[in-house]
């Protein structure tokens, strides 16, 4: 059985000096490829790094909207760079947050920094990794505008089974991780429940979120099972399904090579 963590850090702070031991850890369960993506300049260049030392290890860059200022050519000219290095398949993680950023002036930059990236990701033919925080409305709206020729996932997703449908119309993927293990997991469970299983993709958001039974532990790819088990449970399906499943539909988003 194989997994992929489609979306995880670490190029974080958290994994500095463990990143190879993570990586192993992550083999012997089963993880045989990641994707680290990057929030800030820094953090993009880290995963960049990482994507050429380790086989197995992807990156995504861009800036995150908690980090958003005013991009310029320069930044977008960086960025555009990074993609042509090895296993760099995606820009992210962009989008809106709105749960930590409540000025009104700093949403419009995130959203102005989000449409940009966008742009890019479209001129580079490469698919975008969202990330949306309380700002469903305004992502959704954005991606019915500006998302055309765009494939994607909304990573983490943690909005309404209504908002994903529309997002599947635009032919998104969605992203789930820890929270669906949570007890209070809301809508998670039908979600992952009615969600066409072409169009899931398993993630640890790692260090953050860690599934339980690892809940309140420092989250890392190896734990992508738990969340991949969960989604077993639900859907009633074996897990080597939802293994082969969900590490074909990454291979397809981001254009690794299949299994
Ligand atoms: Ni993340």
């Known amino acids: 059985m194989e997994f992929v963590d489609t979306h995880t850090h670490l190029n974080d702070e958290k994994f500095q000096g ?12 089963g993880v045989t490829r990641l994707i680290n993506f990057g929030d800030t300049m820094a953090s993009s260049a880290r995963a960049v790094e990482l994507a050429a030392e380790y086989e197995g290890v992807y ?9 958003a200022y005013e991009l310029g050519t320069a930044d977008d000219e960086r960025l555009a760079a990074w993609t042509k290095e090895p296993r760099v398949v995606a820009i992210g993680e962009i989008g809106l947050d709105y749960y930590w950023e409540k000025d009104q002036e700093r949403r419009a930059l995130q959203r102005k ?10 001129q580079l033919h490469l698919p975008v ?11 959704l709206a954005i991606l019915q505008r500006e998302g055309r020729g765009l ?4 990573h983490c997703y943690s909005g309404s089974l209504e908002t994903a449908r529309e997002m599947l119309k635009l032919g998104f993927y969605i992203g789930v991780d820890g929270p669906l ?4 997991a809301k809508a998670l469970p ?16 790692a260090p953050y979120l860690a599934p339980v039974p690892m809940r309140g532990k420092r989250n890392e790819p190896a734990y992508v099972r738990y969340v991949a088990e969960k989604v077993a449970e639900l859907r009633g399906a074996e897990l080597e399904e939802i293994a082969a499943k969900t590490t074909a539909n990454a291979c397809e988003l981001y254009g690794l090579i299949q299994p």
């Open 18 to 29: 463990e990143e190879a031991a993570a990586v192993e850890r992550a083999r012997i369960a």
């Open 190 to 205: 039908e979600l992952v429940r009615e969600v066409p299983l072409e169009r899931l993709l398993l993630e640890t958001d």
């Open 129 to 139: 990794c969202i990330h949306d925080r309380e700002a469903h409305g305004d992502t």
């Open 181 to 184: 293990t949570f007890k209070n």
């Open 113 to 122: 920094i989000f449409v940009r990236q966008l742009d890019l990701a479209r």
């Open 151 to 154: 494939r994607g996932v909304l």
């Open 59 to 67: 990156a995504g860059v861009g800036i995150h909207p908690e980090e």
